[in-house]
């Protein structure tokens, strides 16, 4: 069996490694490396990992959604935010690997690149954003996308996610690039929070009409044109 990892160059020492529809980030600095969520976990990531990078990796999760931490289990340790363990753990016995927090300010240092951490809840209780300001970079998690944005579950929370969007607005001076865990365009601008933003004005006003659907679960999508959310089927907006 082939591997399920598609890995494309961004720049020195930065990939991203797609796996069917979700995408994963590896950067590297001087000391060591970090690889931005795990994926789906269907192929042998150690050795993804070890083919790209012979620096120590850390392993950092935006948020505990199961398309962003199917990998964790190949390593020791795993930082995110301690609003995520509630999620990530529940129910999940066999998930043994430790977990290291990461609060909101914490800078992550990998020699010559450094990485802000943002606590950015509403998607779920811990999702956070990662900070590059010499790069002017910015990494979300699936707070910012143009495909479906979840809002179905454990721990969503769209007032939050409402407070969220203001706090990224209010930090677009500082990133150019926005990099994407889903959807055809690895990269954007900072057109794609003021999008969300927008879309989620409108969904909040009651002007976007929520279809409910039975695939792939009974779910309500709203379509905002720019992006999609997709919301218990008993919500009202
Ligand atoms: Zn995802």
Redesign the pocket.
């Given at each position: 069996m082939g591997s399920p990892y598609e890995v494309s160059e961004l720049g020195k020492g930065f990939w991203a490694v797609k796996e069917d529809f979700?995408r994963f980030f590896l950067i590297e600095g001087s000391n060591k490396a970090m690889l931005i969520d795990t994926g789906l976990g269907g192929g042998n990531l150690v050795e993804l990992v070890k083919n790209l990078t012979d620096k120590p990796v850390i392993i950092v999760n935006t948020h505990a959604?199961g398309?962003?931490i199917g990998g964790n289990g190949f390593f020791e340790s795993i930082h995110m935010h301690p609003s995520e363990y509630d999620y990530y753990l529940f129910g999940k016995q066999e998930r043994n690997s430790k977990l290291i927090p990461l609060w909101e300010g914490d800078v992550i240092d990998l020699g010559g690149r450094k990485f802000e951490v943002i606590l950015i809840p509403g998607h779920t209780p811990g999702s956070i954003a990662l900070l590059d300001r010499e790069n002017r970079f910015l990494f979300a998690?699936?707070s910012l996308q143009r495909e479906l944005i979840?809002m179905i579950g454990r721990g969503r929370n769209l007032p939050a996610f409402g407070e969220t969007l203001k706090k990224l607005l209010k930090l677009i001076p500082a990133f150019d690039t926005v990099y994407a865990?889903?959807g055809h365009a690895v990269a954007e601008g900072p057109e794609l929070v003021r999008d969300v933003a927008d879309a989620y004005e409108r969904l909040m006003a009651g002007q976007v009409k929520g279809v409910l659907t039975d695939d792939p679960m009974k779910a309500k999508i709203y379509d905002c044109g720019v992006t999609r959310f997709l919301t218990e089927p008993d919500c009202e907006l």
């Amino acid at each position: 069996m082939g591997s399920p990892y598609e890995v494309s160059e961004l720049g020195k020492g930065f990939w991203a490694v797609k796996e069917d529809f979700v995408r994963f980030f590896l950067i590297e600095g001087s000391n060591k490396a970090m690889l931005i969520d795990t994926g789906l976990g269907g192929g042998n990531l150690v050795e993804l990992v070890k083919n790209l990078t012979d620096k120590p990796v850390i392993i950092v999760n935006t948020h505990a959604d199961g398309d962003h931490i199917g990998g964790n289990g190949f390593f020791e340790s795993i930082h995110m935010h301690p609003s995520e363990y509630d999620y990530y753990l529940f129910g999940k016995q066999e998930r043994n690997s430790k977990l290291i927090p990461l609060w909101e300010g914490d800078v992550i240092d990998l020699g010559g690149r450094k990485f802000e951490v943002i606590l950015i809840p509403g998607h779920t209780p811990g999702s956070i954003a990662l900070l590059d300001r010499e790069n002017r970079f910015l990494f979300a998690g699936d707070s910012l996308q143009r495909e479906l944005i979840y809002m179905i579950g454990r721990g969503r929370n769209l007032p939050a996610f409402g407070e969220t969007l203001k706090k990224l607005l209010k930090l677009i001076p500082a990133f150019d690039t926005v990099y994407a865990f889903h959807g055809h365009a690895v990269a954007e601008g900072p057109e794609l929070v003021r999008d969300v933003a927008d879309a989620y004005e409108r969904l909040m006003a009651g002007q976007v009409k929520g279809v409910l659907t039975d695939d792939p679960m009974k779910a309500k999508i709203y379509d905002c044109g720019v992006t999609r959310f997709l919301t218990e089927p008993d919500c009202e907006l």
